[in-house]
């Protein structure tokens, strides 16, 4: 079946440090990636986006890199705060099946002071 | 605008019980979905509405039913509550069916099934 996993479940870093968590997917009429961030007790919080037709999308401190070869996926946090300590989500979609997302296993990411 | 809201936040059942977890969302979103989430686990989807007046299943669709009121309620039921069905449950909304996928989620209702 398709899948979407993460490689590692825990990811500590120091404050101040860059954060990289990534992402593999197999389903290859995904064309649609999403990354989302899950605080203890909360629903899933919209991070950032990247359509398949891109390599690359930036945000406020976050960047996306996608590699369409590896079906691969990769979160960049920069300067990474501890607000930034929580469950990391990426979820695939095909954007002619309903809208309909796919989500990995989730990272945890530690930020430790 | 409050988003997505969903009650309870918490419920406890016994095997066999019946019990109807809402949701509602205020954005005038088309699309709304129920997820499940267990410990250590992703997200998974047990149905989803893309438009007013329509359901589908998703992923995990058995021991659960819908129903999509009108367009800012969409409602999950448990017939016959099971303790595999012990997780937290998670609806979300979308504006669009078929476009962007950003889904907007609410605060989750925690259910324990004894």
């Known amino acids: 079946g398709e899948s979407v996993g993460l490689h590692l479940p825990t990811l500590s870093v120091q404050e101040g440090d860059n954060s990289i968590i990534n992402c593999a997917y197999s389903?290859?009429?995904?064309?649609?990636f999403i990354w989302y961030k899950q605080e203890s007790g909360k629903g899933p919080q919209f991070i950032i986006d990247?359509?398949?037709?891109?390599d690359k999308r930036q945000g406020q401190r976050v960047t996306v890199l996608l590699n369409k070869t590896v079906k691969h996926l990769s979160l960049q946090i920069a300067a990474t705060q501890p607000g930034d300590s929580a469950v990391y989500f990426c979820?695939?979609?095909?954007?002619?099946?309903?809208?309909?997302?796919?989500f990995g296993t989730g990272t945890q990411l530690k930020v430790e002071l | 605008n409050a988003g997505v809201t969903q009650t309870p936040k918490f419920q406890v059942l016994k095997t066999g019980q019946s019990m109807t977890l809402q949701c509602a969302q205020d954005?005038?979103?088309?699309?709304m979905y129920w997820y499940r989430q267990d410990p250590g686990m992703g997200l998974r989807l047990i149905y989803y509405?893309?438009?007013?007046?329509?359901?589908d299943k998703g992923e995990v669709p058995n021991g659960y039913n819908v129903s999509r009121l009108n367009k800012r309620e969409f409602s999950l039921r448990l017939e016959s509550a099971a303790p595999s069905q012990t997780s937290v449950y998670f609806c979300?909304?979308?504006?669009?069916?078929?476009?962007?996928?950003?889904?907007?989620f609410g605060p989750g209702t925690r259910l324990t099934v004894t």
């Open positions: 979820a695939e979609g095909d954007t002619g099946g309903g809208n309909k997302l796919t």
């Open positions: 990247i359509r398949s037709n891109m």
């Open positions: 954005m005038n979103h088309n699309s």
């Open positions: 509405s893309a438009s007013e007046g329509t359901t």
């Open positions: 979300a909304s979308s504006p669009r069916a078929g476009g962007s996928g950003e889904q907007y």
């Open positions: 389903n290859s009429a995904s064309d649609y």
